[in-house]
Each structure stands twice: as C-alpha cells, then as structure tokens.
C-alpha cells in the first residue's frame, strides 16, 4: 500500500494548483484524509483534512483560498489551491488513515513541491 502524490510546480502569485494523492494497493476502508506542508526551516504542519463523511478542516492561513475533496471510488484526495501567495511555498505531504483486513495505520505520500514566485 502506498500514497502516490502528484501535482506541485512552480507558478506565479495569483495562480492556481491542483494536487493529488492516490493510494494503491489493497485497502478494506480509508478514514481521513490530509494535506500537511513543510516549508524550510518550519515544522510540518495541517494545512487541511477531509473525513470519510466529507467534513472538512482547514488552517486560517488558506481558509477561503483551499479547497480538499475526496473520490471515494477511487480513493484519491484532492487539494485545489487558488489565490497562490509566496507564502504557501513548501514541499506538500498527503496523509491517510488506512484500514486493511488485520491492521490500520497512518500512511504518508512521498510530498510534492509547490513554489509560488514571480
């Protein structure tokens, strides 16, 4: 079983990205899904998480400007991020808490860089 993450790049102040995170393998069920982010020499933190329900949580500093979906089908979470600031700089990380047949645990995707400069 494994994050696979998808969709950073480089784009101007104003733009807009849209990340992604399939998880492969055999899963019996996923309860929440995240995005964290790591800028240098910050910690890691929650930037926003979706239940299985689809409530969601968001950071104050993205509130209005983030959005995090889910496909349940196909077990993906999405992060579509618009209104781009130099701030949200950073190395992305998808999280899911994944349930298989005998066991459950945390699993993190392998992060993806968004840059946000002119």
């Known amino acids: 079983v494994q994050l696979q993450a998808s969709g950073g790049g480089l784009v101007q102040p104003g733009g807009s990205l849209r990340l992604s995170c399939a998880v492969s393998g055999t899963v019996f069920s996923i309860a929440a899904m995240d995005w964290y982010r790591q800028a240098p020499g910050k910690q890691r933190e929650l930037v926003a998480a979706?239940?299985?329900?689809?409530?969601?949580h968001y950071t104050n500093s993205v509130k209005g400007r983030f959005t995090i979906s889910r496909d349940n089908a196909n077990n993906t979470v999405y992060l579509q991020m618009n209104s781009l600031k130099p701030e949200d700089t950073a190395v992305y990380y998808c999280n899911a808490h994944l349930y298989m047949s005998d066991s459950d645990d945390d699993y993190w995707g392998q992060g993806t860089q968004v840059t946000v400069s002119s």
């Open positions: 979706i239940t299985s329900g689809g409530n969601t």
